[in-house]
């Protein structure tokens, strides 16, 4: 691709749409940002009150296309219409059953790290967190010295996205279309190879041990995100290989 | 190179700063990341979830981890019941009552009120929440969250939902648990208790408490002279504590104004073990 190509022919858009279309992209990229944003808060630690303040101001769309993301918002509205005696102590309790659990047999809990759900042993640091740290390092990422979690963390693979959506829609702005375009096709890959491959066995795992509304709201809302990222992707690079 | 960090503001409290730049990423109140994305989602995409690898739910019973007093853990719901009233001697009264005030449907709230009057001299650090929650799980108490289904539409005509007025949860009692409180209102622990082989020796020494307590409340002190000095309790040993506890796990006694109170199901038992004691006077 030459550098004069513009970002939107390679991603499948007619010239006479072009610039209302780049101002849409801008704004996608941000979209996906916040979304993984946030579902990158909410699995990282557990919920606090100004978090559930927020998602409390926000608006839960009822018809996106996605079953598993409107089951999603339903189920995190559901659970956010309703007054808890202790929301946060709620909400901490059920993190701290359904991420962390208290056995040692590997199958306590819906363990946040892709290596457990994609190594035989169901063990942390193996391939997987290999692979990812790989990629950070690729995309000029270093590990902040307070994360003392393994890097194949779900909330890490969220944030990881998340930077990369926000350095998108940056290099959109200033019409780094080149830029922007590898940049897609490094999340598209992410996607395919490491979120999409667990992410359904994870969010399972969620509905077995969550027993409130919130987390199985946020783990059907990442499936579907999940889902409707692959298409998201594949479609604005629908003239790559 | 200038670098990016990612897993930003884990668990340091000097870095929360960074979590909160981070969620004014979806402040936004049209927050809606998927309003942008003009074209429907084909069907394709479910066919590439992953359904072939083992699953949690595959996994044999045993590596199961569940509450004590779950009641998947026993034979019916009742059973769990009876077992956590068992294990929470202390919280026996308050749990019975929460069932009973429940067999009309109570918010929250109205369950808080029910607790705190319930709990006033006997403090817990169980919140009322927890104790619903306790009862839910022995299959005692089910949960109805209010589902609202007031959407609203935005000028793009898209539909949406936006939390207004957060409401309640109500709760009701299961057929199960008010089988328990009916059958602990017959005071059927408190025979088999005082008619157990251990216990039976000491049925003088039960209705003597009973009897003591009816009066007027009565302190642990006060119990003990009444009791531990019996030749009855010398060997083996035994204290006023015991016997205490044994009828407060039975619902006989209660702790109440600074002291021991004997319960209506506790003077039941005593007015029908006199009867029962005059009849056999009389029979003789």
Redesign the interface.
């Known amino acids: 691709m030459s550098e004069t190509t513009a970002p939107v022919e390679v991603l499948d858009v007619p010239a006479t749409e072009q610039e209302a279309t780049g101002k849409?992209l801008v704004?996608?990229m941000r979209?996906?940002?916040?979304?993984y944003?946030?579902l990158?808060?909410i699995f990282?630690?557990e919920a606090d009150d100004?978090?559930v303040a927020?998602m409390?101001?926000?608006?839960?769309?009822?018809?996106?296309?996605?079953e598993h993301?409107d089951k999603g918002?339903?189920l995190l509205?559901?659970?956010?219409?309703?007054?808890?005696?202790?929301t946060r102590?709620?909400l901490a309790r059920d993190y701290m059953r359904t991420f962390i659990?208290?056995?040692v047999?590997g199958?306590?809990a819906?363990y946040p790290f892709e290596s457990v759900?994609t190594s035989e042993k169901r063990l942390l640091m193996q391939e997987a967190r290999d692979e990812v740290l790989a990629i950070?390092r690729a995309n000029?990422?270093?590990?902040?010295e307070?994360?003392?979690?393994c890097?194949d963390?779900i909330?890490?693979e969220l944030?990881?996205m998340?930077?990369m959506a926000k350095r998108t829609a940056d290099a959109l702005l200033a019409g780094r279309e080149d830029e922007a375009v590898e940049e897609l096709r490094t999340q598209r890959a992410f996607v395919r190879d490491h979120l999409?491959?667990w992410v359904?066995?994870f969010v399972?795992?969620i509905m077995?041990?969550s027993e409130t509304?919130f987390y199985r709201g946020a783990g059907e809302l990442l499936l579907g995100?999940v889902?409707?990222e692959?298409?998201?992707l594949d479609?604005l690079l629908a003239n790559e290989a | 190179m200038a670098h990016e960090t990612y897993g930003e503001a884990a668990q340091a409290a000097d870095r929360y700063g960074a979590v909160q730049d981070d969620l004014e990423l979806f402040e936004d109140d049209e927050f809606d990341p998927f309003a942008a994305d003009v074209d429907q989602p084909d069907d394709e995409a479910e066919d590439d979830q992953i359904t072939d690898l083992p699953m949690m739910s595959e996994l044999p019973e045993s590596h199961r981890v569940r509450g004590r007093y779950d009641k998947a853990n026993y034979a019916s719901a009742q059973d769990a019941l009876r077992e956590l009233l068992r294990g929470n001697p202390a919280r026996r009264q308050v749990l019975v009552a929460i069932i009973d005030a429940c067999n009309d449907p109570h918010t929250t709230s109205e369950v808080a009120q029910v607790v705190e009057g319930v709990q006033r001299d006997n403090l817990s650090v169980y919140t009322p929440l927890s104790l619903c929650r306790m009862l839910e799980t022995a299959g005692a108490l089910t949960a109805q969250v209010p589902e609202s289904s007031e959407e609203e539409v935005d000028e793009d005509g898209d539909g949406y939902l936006e939390v207004k007025e957060p409401r309640e949860a109500t709760w009701t009692a299961t057929d199960a648990g008010l089988e328990v409180v009916s059958e602990l209102r017959e005071g059927n622990e408190v025979r088999e208790l005082v008619g157990s082989a251990s216990e039976s020796p000491y049925r003088d020494i039960y209705l003597r408490l009973l009897d003591f307590c009816a009066e007027q409340g009565r302190s642990a002190k006060e119990v003990g002279a009444l009791i531990d000095d019996d030749p009855l309790v010398q060997n083996p040993r035994r204290y006023g504590a015991h016997f205490i506890d044994g009828m407060e796990a039975t619902g006989a006694l209660v702790w109440r104004d600074k002291g021991w109170h004997t319960t209506e199901l506790g003077r039941r038992f005593l007015a029908a073990e006199r009867d029962e004691a005059a009849v056999a006077v009389v029979a003789e």
């Open positions: 849409e704004a996608v979209d996906r940002a916040r979304t944003g946030m990158a808060r990282r630690v100004d978090l927020q409390r101001g926000m608006k839960f769309p009822t018809a996106t296309g996605n993301v918002y339903r509205f559901n659970y956010l219409s309703t007054v808890w005696e202790d102590l709620d659990g208290h056995g047999n199958h306590s819906a759900h950070y000029n990422l270093k590990k902040d307070s994360w003392r979690d890097e963390h909330a890490v944030e990881f998340q930077v999409a491959n359904p066995i399972h795992d077995q041990w509304d995100f889902q409707v692959g298409e998201t479609d």
